[in-house]
């Protein structure tokens, strides 16, 4: 059974650079698509990125400038860097995972709330 | 950007009854929807995609339909856990949400 869990710190600086990992297992991370979305409290879901096993990746056009998707396959894990966080990127993040670039999210993470304050 | 929009935002339904939500895009995904449940605390759940495919072990009173601009998520007799809020999400043109309808014991 494939797993994801989300790391990383729960309060982030505004203007500062917010990290987090998702560590996969039950599953090689290979060969599939993971993506990072979020959740601001109360509200809805917005797609942050994705990246293919392979290190290519594609971003949400309204954070394509802060945003940085990686892999290291060696530990089965992939992480996302937010750089230059205000308030409005307080949410829950999500990793999940996709079969192809055109299908749903059969994985996910259980989330975490990361809270951008001073 | 394609926008999703789900309607009704809130709907009140009994256990054992039908239940029928709308998710509209504002251009043409084809087929490249799915849907999802969410209940508190938790991470979303697929339920269908590729508009009318059931995800693994989803079962059958779940079903979805709709092709283009129009679509709908049947659940056809509500069991008490299917009570929670439901998203709908293109993949057509990269990846948008619905607001969700939350779904309600009445």
């Known amino acids: 059974q494939v797993q994801l869990q989300e790391s990383g710190p729960g309060l982030v600086k505004p203007s500062e650079t917010l990290s987090l990992t998702c560590i996969v297992s039950?599953?090689?991370?290979?060969?599939?698509?993971w993506s990072w979305i979020r959740q601001p409290p109360g509200k809805g879901l917005e797609w942050i990125g994705y990246?293919?096993?392979?290190?290519?990746?594609n971003y949400n056009p309204s954070l394509k400038s802060r945003v940085t998707i990686s892999v290291d396959t060696s530990k089965n894990q992939f992480s996302l860097r937010l750089s230059s966080v205000t308030a409005a990127d307080t949410a829950v993040y999500f990793c999940a995972r996709s079969v192809s670039q055109v299908s749903g999210y059969d994985y996910w993470g259980q989330g975490t709330l990361v809270t951008v304050s001073s | 950007e394609i926008v999703m929009t789900q309607s009704p935002a809130t709907l009140s339904v009994s256990p054992g009854e039908r239940a029928t939500l709308s998710c509209r895009a504002s251009?043409?995904?084809?087929?490249?929807l799915a849907w999802y449940q969410q209940k508190p605390g938790q991470a979303p759940r697929l339920l269908i995609y590729g508009a009318s495919t059931r995800a693994t072990g989803i079962p059958a009173r779940f079903s979805g339909s709709g092709s283009g601009t129009e679509f709908t998520l049947t659940i056809s007799s509500l069991q008490p856990e299917d009570f929670a809020v439901y998203y709908c999400?293109?993949?057509?043109?990269?990846?948008?949400f619905g607001q969700g309808t939350k779904l309600e014991i009445k």
């Open positions: 251009q043409s995904v084809s087929s490249n």
């Open positions: 990246m293919y096993h392979s290190g290519s990746t």
């Open positions: 999400q293109q993949y057509y043109s990269w990846y948008t």
């Open positions: 039950g599953g090689s991370i290979s060969s599939y698509y």
